[in-house]
T-cell receptor, first 114, second 113 residues
Framework: EPEVTQTPSHQVTQMGQEVILRCVPI?????FYWYRQILGQKVEFLVS????????KSEIFDDQFSVERPDGSNFTLKIRSTKLEDSAMYFC????????????FGSGTRLTVV | SQQGEEDPQALSIQEGENATMNCSYK?????LQWYRQNSGRGLVHLIL?????REKHSGRLRVTLDTSKKSSSLLITASRAADTASYFC?????????????FGAGTRLAVHP
């Protein structure tokens, strides 16, 4: 069964450093998303991406965040200057259609900012 | 309460028993989805029910949706220890053609052998 692949599975970074979280969505999917889950809390929407541009972003997704699809397969989330409160699990997801379909989520990257 | 709130927050049952989890939401939706998350792992899509559907089955899972009450339930029948996980409901609403999910806080299910 096709999978969404995320790397790395765990990243530890110093506060103020830049991090790039990587995702390889399912190859024929068209819509890509990043969500995050702070430990013990609910999963929160960050951003959706379609046709090589951001289609929607949440209040969390401020100027410190950016997304890119640099080639036909990768989808990245960059945090320019990490803060302690950015520590969370970050999930990438993709779907083939924009309508009534379930998402395929990756297994997540656990980001720890120290 | 916020969109997609589940209750109970935690549920502990014995193997073989049924587990029922409920979800309430506030805004209009296109669909409601249930996901499962094993501790520290990714989210696995279980089942999607459209706003014009009232009930849906998938194996041991049964989902109901009452749009008049803005609520849904997930029933797991004949539970197994392997069903131990957190279960989240997520409401999907198409905005400008893009489907964004809003998750609830989840129900932690523990199934004891």
């Amino acid at each position: 069964e096709p999978e969404v692949t995320q790397t790395p599975s765990h990243q530890v970074t110093q506060m103020g450093q830049e991090v790039i979280l990587r995702c390889v969505p399912i190859s024929n999917h068209l819509y890509f998303y990043w969500y995050r889950q702070i430990l013990g809390q609910k999963v929160e929407f960050l951003v959706s991406f379609y046709n090589n541009e951001i289609s929607e972003k949440s209040e969390i997704f401020d100027d410190q965040f950016s997304v890119e699809r640099p080639d036909g397969s990768n989808f990245t989330l960059k945090i320019r200057s990490t803060k302690l409160e950015d520590s969370a699990m970050y999930f990438c997801a993709s779907i083939g259609q924009g309508g009534n379909y379930g998402y395929t989520f990756g297994s997540g990257t656990r980001l720890t900012v120290v | 309460s916020q969109q997609g709130e589940e209750d109970p927050q935690a549920l502990s049952i014995q193997e073989g028993e049924n587990a029922t989890m409920n979800c309430s939401y506030k805004t209009s939706i296109n669909n409601l989805q249930w996901y499962r998350q094993n501790s520290g792992r990714g989210l696995v899509h279980l089942i999607l029910i459209r706003s014009n559907e009232r009930e849906k089955h998938s194996g041991r899972l049964r989902v109901t949706l009452d749009t008049s009450k803005k609520s849904s339930s997930l029933l797991i029948t004949a539970s197994r220890a392997a069903d131990t996980a957190s279960y989240f409901c997520a409401t999907g609403a198409i905005s400008g053609g893009y489907n964004k999910l809003i998750f609830g806080a989840g129900t932690r299910l523990a199934v004891h052998p």
